[in-house]
């Protein structure tokens, strides 16, 4: 491992654009962050497919994120899209830096930091920004200083002020705000998350890390997002009430999933080392 190819600058800035179908701006502004945050997340898929089955251990040097993620056209989890991400805002002029988080399941905080994501600062204000997590975080910057309700894409996300500069990300659900991240502000090294990445690619821990157990694909939809755990397939456009639930059966099926919705390259699962994959 190199551990100076962490801190990398991107191979080719342009190229991470057209991928995610952005122009070049010199307005370094809210406005344009919000567009590569929801291009990004519309785009390139949360995806472990190079992780399954049984665990492997996941470069995060950026010339190999690059290469998968942009010119294999891949996607990846959060320690690889957010790097890649941060490294995109740095490359643009952007005051970027990475933010360790915890995954919350259900309202337990009991849950261990196994999650990246930034925070970016335009001005006086800073904005939490996440491209690894997939549809259900918010499609756009979320300002941490107001600490009210804010509406982003199709839903409607809060903060949390906590103590010892934590914030628990919350996102309005049935008449409800349920917690999903918990945010340190703390700013972290892109070396800190080397051990916590190798936990999540390589050791199976039924309570909190189930990225080697099969499939976890997610994706946003212009109008909401999909997730696939699995051989189950979740399609949300539009009102929660209307999501399409269906068990994936053959592999010819799982192909065109994965392609037509999580726009991956064709027949990926036949180039896998890891293709042992069961439906």
């Given at each position: 491992m190199n551990l100076s190819a962490l801190y990398d600058p991107l191979p080719d800035p342009a190229t991470y654009l057209e991928r995610i179908q952005c122009d070049f701006s010199n307005s370094l502004n809210k406005a344009y962050l919000d567009h590569l945050i929801f291009q990004h997340?519309?785009?390139?898929?949360?995806?472990?497919?190079?992780?399954?089955?049984?665990?492997?251990?996941?470069?995060?040097?950026?010339?190999?994120?690059?290469r998968k993620i942009v010119r294999q056209k891949r996607g990846g989890y959060c320690f690889e899209l957010n790097s890649l991400f941060f490294s995109l805002l740095t490359a643009l002029g952007y005051q970027a830096y990475p933010v360790l988080c915890k995954v919350l399941e259900g309202?337990?905080?009991?849950?261990?930091?196994?999650?990246?994501?930034?925070?970016v600062r335009i001005g006086d204000s800073s904005y939490y920004c996440d491209v690894g997590f997939g549809g259900p975080v918010p499609g756009g910057a979320l300002e941490i200083q107001t600490l009210h309700p804010e509406k982003i894409a199709m839903d409607t996300y809060r903060l949390v002020s906590l103590p010892h500069q934590w914030l628990q990300l919350e996102r309005l659900?049935?008449?409800?705000?349920?917690?999903?991240?918990?945010?340190?502000?703390?700013?972290?090294?892109?070396?800190?998350?080397?051990?916590?990445?190798?936990?999540c690619c390589c050791q199976a821990q039924e309570e909190f890390n189930h990225f080697t157990e099969g499939m976890l694909l997610n994706i946003r939809l212009r109008n909401g997002y999909a997730a696939l755990n699995g051989p189950f397939l979740q399609v949300v456009n539009g009102d929660e009430d209307s999501c399409i639930q269906k068990r994936i059966h053959e592999?010819?099926?799982?192909?065109?999933?994965?392609?037509?919705?999580?726009?991956?390259?064709?027949?990926l699962l036949d180039h896998l080392t890891q293709n042992e994959i069961r439906l």
């Amino acid at each position: 491992m190199n551990l100076s190819a962490l801190y990398d600058p991107l191979p080719d800035p342009a190229t991470y654009l057209e991928r995610i179908q952005c122009d070049f701006s010199n307005s370094l502004n809210k406005a344009y962050l919000d567009h590569l945050i929801f291009q990004h997340q519309l785009l390139i898929p949360f995806e472990n497919l190079d992780i399954i089955p049984g665990g492997r251990l996941i470069s995060l040097e950026i010339p190999d994120l690059y290469r998968k993620i942009v010119r294999q056209k891949r996607g990846g989890y959060c320690f690889e899209l957010n790097s890649l991400f941060f490294s995109l805002l740095t490359a643009l002029g952007y005051q970027a830096y990475p933010v360790l988080c915890k995954v919350l399941e259900g309202s337990d905080p009991y849950y261990p930091a196994l999650h990246r994501a930034t925070v970016v600062r335009i001005g006086d204000s800073s904005y939490y920004c996440d491209v690894g997590f997939g549809g259900p975080v918010p499609g756009g910057a979320l300002e941490i200083q107001t600490l009210h309700p804010e509406k982003i894409a199709m839903d409607t996300y809060r903060l949390v002020s906590l103590p010892h500069q934590w914030l628990q990300l919350e996102r309005l659900s049935k008449g409800r705000y349920v917690p999903m991240l918990r945010i340190c502000l703390q700013p972290q090294d892109p070396a800190d998350f080397l051990a916590l990445s190798h936990y999540c690619c390589c050791q199976a821990q039924e309570e909190f890390n189930h990225f080697t157990e099969g499939m976890l694909l997610n994706i946003r939809l212009r109008n909401g997002y999909a997730a696939l755990n699995g051989p189950f397939l979740q399609v949300v456009n539009g009102d929660e009430d209307s999501c399409i639930q269906k068990r994936i059966h053959e592999k010819e099926e799982m192909d065109q999933v994965l392609t037509q919705i999580f726009r991956l390259p064709e027949h990926l699962l036949d180039h896998l080392t890891q293709n042992e994959i069961r439906l």
